[in-house]
């Protein structure tokens, strides 16, 4: 149900949530995310939305670690003439988010088999579902209202049957020809007069 949602309206409803749960530091308002930036985030409450999009990755891929979600969150770095090179993000904002996101207890340090980092906790995963719900609405489940079939008539049969209907017809064409000899017998012939030469 979570994929099912806008990702975007997702992190935003999440993300205001989150403000009741952790504190943006001070220090927040002025550090960029990572060195492929060249300037702080435009918006004063990107630390929450940050926090909100951490929680929905540890969701998704936990267990998770710091440094695997530096490279999810880097970039590449423009370096003027020289090509363009992928550089990781800020390690301490991704740490910092974690810390405050295991005092809210929202996530947990887990392992599994090798695999060791952070996984979601039964109330992190209640909270995104809850605001998952929200912005879907109600289900409403769509009646299909089915349509009352009229009866098909069906063609009245004949009385006479398909083979008695061809007899019928032959019999009919029979007595119709002995009609018509019957009638040519009857009308006279004419008699052809000889014409006397004089």
């Avoid at 149900?1 to 002025?30: C, G, H, R, Y």
């Avoid at 060249?38 to 929680?55: C, F, G, I, K, T």
């Avoid at 089915?146 to 032959?170: F, H, S």
């Amino acid at each position: 149900m979570l994929l099912e949602v806008p990702q975007n309206e997702l992190i935003k409803k999440t993300a205001e949530e989150l403000k009741k749960l952790i504190d943006m530091p001070s220090w927040a308002l002025f550090v960029k995310t990572g060195t492929h930036k060249q300037r702080p985030p435009v918006e004063s409450d990107w630390w929450y939305m940050r926090a909100a999009s951490v929680l929905r990755q540890i969701y998704l891929l936990g267990p998770i670690g710091v440094s695997k979600l530096r490279t999810k969150y880097g970039g590449k770095k423009n370096r003027g003439m020289k090509p363009e090179k992928f550089y990781k993000g800020s390690g301490a904002v991704i740490r910092k988010i974690l810390q405050q996101l295991e005092a809210a207890k929202l996530i947990k340090q887990h392992t599994i088999k090798k695999h060791k980092g952070r996984v979601i906790t039964p109330k992190g995963k209640s909270l995104l579902f809850s605001v998952a719900k929200i912005i879907r609405g109600p289900v409403t489940k769509n009646k299909e209202v089915k349509q009352k079939e009229k009866p098909v008539e069906k063609p009245k049969e004949n009385k006479i049957g398909t083979k008695d209907l061809a007899d019928y017809k032959e019999d009919n064409k029979q007595e119709k020809q002995k009609e018509q000899k019957e009638e040519k017998s009857k009308t006279p012939k004419k008699e052809k007069t000889k014409t006397k030469k004089e």
